[in-house]
């Protein structure tokens, strides 16, 4: 099983938003930060970017997804995108 994460935003209380793909199944993953105490929680992407969902996080992901789909097929943007 291959897990890959791409880091989307970082809040300024410390939580974090990853992209994460899981055997070809991609998610968005929230670790908050330790002193919260919460648990790491996944969405699935049509969850996530619900219209209705406005925050920074979220808006990080669709810039995210705008570039990838602008960019040539054979740009280094596309072939980096995991190794980032």
Not at 55 to 81: M, N, Q, W, Y
Request: charged letters at 25%; a negative charge; one cysteine or more.
């Amino acid at each position: 099983m291959e897990n890959r994460q791409r880091e989307l935003y970082t809040s300024s209380n410390g939580d974090r938003w990853y992209l994460q793909a899981v055997d070809g199944e991609a998610v968005v993953l929230h670790q908050p930060n330790s002193s919260s105490g919460g648990r790491p929680s996944e969405a699935a992407l049509h969850t996530f970017l619900n219209p209705r969902n406005k925050g920074p996080e979220h808006e990080a992901l669709r810039r995210l997804i705008c570039g990838l789909a602008t960019a040539e097929s054979d740009s280094s943007e596309a072939k980096v995108f995991w190794n980032a």
